[in-house]
Each structure stands twice: as C-alpha cells, then as structure tokens.
C-alpha cells in the first residue's frame, strides 16, 4: 500500500514530549520518572558516545563489546532465537529509571545482578552516556522512541494518525536522527518504536474511529520499521503494547517488525495462549512484567486496592519470568519492571530498589538471571494489619498497627511508619508519621487529620542497605462528639459559592447535610464566611469542622442572636486544616465559621461544620 509521503521537518521541539510519561506508572499516579525521554532541539552532532574498549571488565570477566554488533532474530516459526554476533543471546534485563547521565552508577550493579538488557522509553542526545555506561559493563540497550498517545491511558496527548502527516514526519525524522547517530554504538541491542500507544488510542477516539487510528498507527510503525532497518539493519527493530490484543493490528499492518513486544504484569501466564491462538508468525520479547499492578487487583474495605506483599511481588517476579521462559523457541525474554529509586507511591509498588534500598524482589530477580550470590538480604514482615476497625480510625487519633518482622540474617531492625494520600489528592509521596514502636510486633501509630482513605507503610531497615516494605489501609474518619449536631438539616447561607463543577455542586447547605460525600466551597477570596440558623437562640458546647484540603489557617467561630451583631466565641491562628474539634461554650441563634486568611491558594471549603449540644 502507498501512504502519503510526511513532510520531515527537523521542529523537533513540537514534535517530541519534554516530560517523561512512563507507561505503568502514568496508570498508577500521574507517572513516575522511568525513562530518559526525548529532550527537544538536539542536532545530530549533539550526540556523543566513548569508547567501550577502555572500560573496565564486569564483576564477571566477560568480555565487553568495543564495536557494533550484528543482532538477529534467527530460526523459523517455533524455532526462533536472537543472536548477537552469532551467539544466542536471552534478553535477561530490566527497565531502567535513573538518569541517564548517572548510569555510570548504577550499571556495574545491574551486571552484578546478571542483568545482560535494559530498556529506555526515548532516545535522543541524552541517551549517551547510557549506552556507554552499558558498553563497558557488558549490557545492552533495548532504545525506545515515544509515541503519543503512550502510557495505556493515553498519557502524552492525542494524536491523528490518519491525518496528522506532519506529526508523523517529524517523529520519523527524529528516529532516523538517533537511530543514524548511536547505530554503530556496541551498548545498542534493538530498537522499540512506541509504548503501549493502541491500548492508550481508546482514550482518545472510540467506535469505528478507533479502529481506523489503530489501523493508521500501526501502518505507522511500519513506517518507521521500515526506515530504521534500511538505516541500520544490523539491529531488530519491536514495538511495544500493553495487551496481546494489540498484536493482530501489528500481525495484518506490520509486517516489518522483527519480533513483537508486549507489557504484561498478572497476564504474563496467558501471553503463550495468546499467541498460540493468534496464529502469530514472529516471535516476543516482555517489555514490562512482574507483580500485579494496581489496576488488576481487588479493592480492600477502605476501597484501596489491595498491594502484593514484599513476598508476594518476590514470588510475582519468579512466576512471570519462568511462565514467559517457558514458551520456549517463541519468547526470547524479557525486561521486568523496573529498576528504580523513586521512594514514592509507585516507587513502593514495583521499584526493586527504591530510595537506592535492596528488597526480596531485587535478590530474586538476580537469582533468577545468575547474578552473584547476596552477603546480606532484606528484613521480611507477614501478617501486617491495623487492629479495631481499620475503615473508622478516628483523625489524629492513635491506633495500633501489627506485624510480624524477622531479619534472616540477624541484623538489627530499624523502623519507621509513612503514609500517603494518594486515594485523597493523588500524591504520590510518602510522608513520616508519628509512632511508637511497642517492642511486641505492635506500633502505636497516629492518623492523618484529614477524613478519607489513607494508605499506610511500615517500613523495616536492617542498616545492611536492605528494606523490607509493607501496605495497609485505614479510613480516617471524623472523631466522635457527645451530644446532638443541631446545626444538621439546618438553614445555611454563606457570603459565596463556588459554581457547579462537572456536574458537583457547592451550596452552602452541603457543610450541614450530614454527608462527608458534599461540602461547600467558597470564592478564592478573604474573608469568606458560612453560617447555620439554629431557629432561636441555643447553647452549644462543642464545635466541629471537618476541612477539604482548602482549609483556613486562621478563622473565628462567631455567635449572633440577630444575624448581623456577631460575637466570637473561639479563634484558631495557624490552623492545618484536616478536622478541627473544639470545647466552644456559647449561645445564639446564628453560629457562623469566619474565614481570615486561607491555608491555600484556593478558597474555603467544608464538608461538615457540626455545633453539638450535650
């Protein structure tokens, strides 16, 4: 089939992203830092690679390239093999996150790991001193270039495949750049046009529009296929999806690439299946693979899905890898995910190393792929869970966490409890919070202030450069008052609202419903008040404000028997917002918050603003 030719504009700087949009972790939190992506305004002379011969020998005194390989993908249908320079060659590797201007740092322990691949997401002139990095210690780059829509959920931005000619140009232009400028480099092992761009398209289109962009799209790799095998045919050239289902676009539309590639986590087990049913006629490469991701598994009480353990992921490792070894003469194997440091949500979830710390699953991933034997392994913890009703803990309140901690090797255990809010506000970190360790296999832990679901870490260090990480839940909820809330189902008026939002509304009645689920929410502006009418005059002994996250930092809760004349009966200065509970001894028929000064750039927002009588 002729395609319109795409013009080759060298714009580079509208045609690549500038920000790294990783695929598994775009699903889990916005995306974590997992790859070197494509940096804008680059000539070809800007890339510069050394040589590999004047590096040192690995930890096993294998031989290091210093020139170019010849890599092949050779046999027939069940038969195949890759080869490079002749000899067989199993893609035992990991997906790499650092830096690539620190892969100095890192790849002598990746080799130390047996680790022999590892695979980026972009390729341009920062991609260097990774692929010299990987040269001299005996690894081999799988080199990525970005599409859009990559990331499953169609991170990056969407893209006509059909029309959109000069897109298409442009990204052909900077493969055939980088391509043209590291062919020759000895770190290169093949080149990977895409990531999991057909799974993220039904983010952007739907229906027969779908299809016909995933027909484009594929069309399209072949393309680039085609070009980067006439530039350099002495490297494969993949394309990576995120389910099998992407396979037959690339079975009926692209016929020039040398072996298909697939991102797979709880399904690496069916991929054989798939592929046997499929009728394929190429042989596979796992591109991504490991544990389950947050988005296969159930949700716990609090709605939080639940987290493999440290023992599960460990185990998780070794299930998909030998299910993908298996498939034998067909898969030719495979980059687990992931080597990386970020010591965040996702970080925790499938980093093997995260904060630079070993877990079971680093040691597990080197046994399988013959790396040296550990001195030293991680402190294991079972059986971690939150005693009483882990979906009602009281905000900053204590309760106590379980859980059982052995060291295998006797080390003494240093602890320490983090929590994150990535189920409130999807952030990402992990914060410190206050506890005591019981000495008993208890912790004595104290809750976020602010209501809603929390995910909790229990981490253990055994000053061996070791981490043994755990996960649970709780439900922070609203402290309990004495008395009788007389402001719920109350007259409630406020000096502003916000207006209507996707269909959510802010009225003033929402902080006295009794439904955590609705709030009021004011102008972005001080001050900003919201009253209740009481119907008469009433006395009350208790306060209580349940915040969103646009809190006041200073407010006076104030008494009218009139609604004009007010009386403070309490004030807070530097408040942090979550739920605020107060004594408040005072009478009137209008009780009112009086916001001062704002806490965030926002406005004022309430769930719940509670006045109780005994």
């Given at each position: 089939?002729?395609?319109?030719?795409y013009?080759?504009?060298?714009?580079?700087?509208?045609?690549?992203?500038?920000?790294?949009?990783?695929?598994?972790?775009?699903?889990?939190?916005?995306?974590?830092?997992?790859?070197?992506?494509?940096?804008?305004?680059?000539?070809?002379?800007?890339?510069?690679?050394?040589?590999?011969?004047?590096?040192?020998?690995?930890?096993?005194?294998?031989?290091?390239?210093?020139?170019?390989?010849?890599?092949?993908?050779?046999?027939?249908?069940?038969d195949?093999?890759?080869?490079?320079?002749?000899?067989?060659?199993?893609?035992?590797?990991?997906?790499?996150?650092?830096?690539?201007?620190?892969?100095?740092?890192?790849?002598?322990?990746?080799?130390?790991?047996?680790?022999?691949?590892?695979?980026?997401?972009?390729?341009?002139?920062?991609?260097?001193?990774?692929?010299?990095?990987?040269?001299?210690?005996?690894?081999?780059?799988?080199?990525?270039?970005?599409?859009?829509?990559?990331?499953?959920?169609?991170s990056?931005?969407c893209?006509?495949?059909?029309?959109?000619?000069?897109?298409?140009?442009?990204?052909?232009?900077?493969?055939?750049?980088?391509?043209?400028?590291?062919?020759?480099?000895?770190?290169?092992l093949?080149w990977?046009?895409?990531?999991?761009?057909?799974?993220?398209?039904?983010?952007?289109?739907?229906?027969?529009e779908?299809?016909?962009?995933?027909?484009?799209y594929?069309?399209?790799?072949?393309?680039?296929?085609?070009?980067?095998?006439?530039?350099?045919?002495?490297?494969?050239?993949?394309?990576?999806?995120?389910?099998?289902?992407?396979w037959?676009?690339?079975?009926?539309?692209?016929?020039?690439?040398?072996?298909?590639?697939?991102?797979?986590?709880?399904?690496?087990?069916?991929?054989?299946?798939a592929?046997?049913?499929?009728?394929?006629?190429?042989?596979?490469i796992?591109?991504?693979g490991?544990?389950?991701?947050?988005?296969?598994?159930?949700?716990d009480?609090?709605?939080?899905?639940?987290?493999?353990?440290?023992v599960?992921?460990?185990?998780?490792?070794?299930?998909?890898?030998?299910?993908?070894?298996?498939?034998?003469?067909?898969?030719?194997?495979?980059?687990?995910?992931?080597?990386?440091?970020e010591?965040?949500?996702?970080?925790?979830?499938?980093?093997?190393?995260?904060?630079g710390?070993?877990?079971l699953?680093?040691?597990?991933?080197?046994?399988?792929?013959?790396?040296?034997?550990?001195?030293?392994?991680?402190?294991?913890?079972?059986?971690?869970?939150?005693?009483?009703?882990?979906?009602?803990?009281?905000?900053?309140?204590?309760?106590?966490?379980?859980?059982?901690?052995?060291?295998?090797d006797?080390?003494?255990i240093?602890?320490?409890?983090?929590?994150?809010?990535?189920?409130?506000?999807?952030?990402?970190?992990?914060?410190?919070?206050?506890?005591?360790?019981?000495?008993d296999?208890?912790?004595t832990?104290?809750?976020?202030?602010r209501?809603?679901?929390?995910k909790?870490?229990?981490?253990?260090?055994?000053?061996?450069?070791?981490?043994g990480?755990?996960?649970?839940?709780?439900?922070?909820?609203?402290?309990?008052?004495?008395?009788?809330?007389?402001?719920?189902?109350?007259?409630?008026?406020?000096?502003?609202?916000?207006?209507?939002?996707?269909?959510?509304?802010?009225?003033?009645?929402?902080?006295?419903?009794?439904?955590?689920?609705?709030?009021?929410?004011?102008?972005?502006?001080?001050?900003?008040?919201?009253?209740?009418?009481?119907?008469?005059?009433?006395?009350?002994?208790?306060?209580?404000?349940?915040?969103?996250?646009?809190?006041?930092?200073a407010?006076?809760?104030?008494?009218?028997?009139?609604?004009?004349?007010?009386?403070?009966?309490?004030?807070?200065?530097?408040?942090?917002?979550?739920?605020?509970?107060a004594a408040?001894?005072?009478?009137?028929?209008?009780v009112?918050?009086?916001?001062?000064?704002?806490?965030?750039?926002?406005?004022?927002?309430?769930?719940?603003f509670?006045?109780?009588?005994?």
């Amino acid at each position: 089939m002729v395609h319109e030719p795409y013009p080759r504009t060298r714009a580079l700087s509208r045609a690549r992203p500038t920000l790294l949009l990783g695929s598994v972790l775009a699903l889990l939190a916005g995306g974590l830092t997992l790859a070197q992506l494509p940096h804008a305004d680059a000539a070809p002379g800007d890339a510069t690679t050394t040589n590999a011969a004047d590096a040192a020998n690995t930890a096993g005194g294998a031989a290091l390239p210093n020139a170019a390989s010849v890599v092949e993908v050779t046999g027939g249908q069940g038969d195949w093999q890759l080869t490079v320079d002749g000899a067989p060659y199993t893609v035992k590797g990991l997906t790499f996150g650092p830096s690539a201007a620190d892969a100095a740092q890192y790849l002598p322990d990746l080799a130390s790991m047996g680790v022999n691949t590892v695979r980026t997401w972009g390729t341009d002139q920062t991609t260097a001193p990774l692929l010299d990095a990987a040269a001299a210690n005996g690894v081999r780059v799988i080199a990525g270039f970005w599409l859009q829509p990559g990331g499953g959920p169609g991170s990056g931005g969407c893209v006509d495949y059909v029309n959109d000619h000069d897109y298409k140009g442009e990204q052909l232009a900077a493969m055939n750049q980088w391509v043209g400028a590291y062919q020759d480099h000895p770190g290169v092992l093949m080149w990977n046009v895409g990531n999991e761009s057909l799974l993220g398209l039904q983010n952007c289109y739907s229906g027969a529009e779908l299809e016909a962009q995933r027909d484009a799209y594929a069309r399209f790799v072949n393309d680039a296929a085609e070009e980067i095998k006439a530039l350099d045919p002495n490297h494969p050239v993949t394309s990576t999806d995120a389910w099998t289902g992407a396979w037959p676009y690339y079975q009926e539309h692209t016929p020039a690439l040398d072996l298909l590639a697939v991102n797979s986590y709880a399904d690496v087990c069916n991929i054989e299946e798939a592929w046997t049913q499929g009728g394929y006629d190429r042989p596979y490469i796992l591109t991504e693979g490991g544990p389950p991701g947050e988005w296969e598994v159930d949700d716990d009480a609090n709605g939080v899905p639940l987290e493999p353990t440290d023992v599960e992921k460990r185990d998780g490792y070794r299930a998909a890898w030998e299910c993908l070894m298996g498939h034998e003469g067909v898969a030719l194997g495979g980059t687990l995910f992931h080597y990386g440091v970020e010591e965040d949500f996702g970080g925790v979830w499938f980093n093997l190393l995260p904060g630079g710390e070993k877990r079971l699953s680093y040691y597990e991933v080197a046994e399988l792929y013959g790396g040296a034997p550990p001195a030293n392994t991680p402190p294991v913890i079972t059986g971690m869970s939150v005693a009483g009703d882990a979906t009602a803990v009281p905000a900053g309140e204590e309760f106590t966490l379980r859980a059982d901690v052995a060291d295998p090797d006797g080390d003494q255990i240093a602890y320490e409890v983090l929590v994150s809010s990535y189920y409130l506000d999807d952030n990402k970190a992990l914060v410190p919070t206050e506890f005591t360790n019981n000495g008993d296999g208890t912790f004595t832990v104290t809750a976020p202030d602010r209501i809603g679901p929390w995910k909790l870490y229990l981490a253990a260090r055994d000053g061996q450069g070791n981490l043994g990480i755990e996960t649970a839940s709780i439900g922070v909820v609203a402290p309990p008052v004495a008395g009788s809330n007389i402001a719920q189902g109350r007259p409630t008026t406020a000096s502003s609202e916000q207006p209507e939002y996707n269909g959510e509304t802010f009225e003033p009645g929402h902080a006295t419903d009794g439904d955590l689920a609705t709030r009021w929410a004011s102008d972005w502006s001080d001050p900003q008040w919201v009253q209740v009418d009481l119907g008469s005059v009433t006395s009350f002994d208790h306060v209580q404000i349940v915040w969103e996250v646009s809190y006041a930092s200073a407010y006076q809760v104030q008494v009218s028997d009139n609604g004009t004349d007010w009386r403070t009966v309490h004030e807070v200065t530097g408040g942090t917002g979550g739920v605020d509970t107060a004594a408040v001894s005072g009478s009137g028929r209008y009780v009112r918050v009086n916001g001062t000064q704002r806490g965030t750039g926002w406005g004022y927002s309430i769930y719940e603003f509670g006045v109780y009588a005994s």
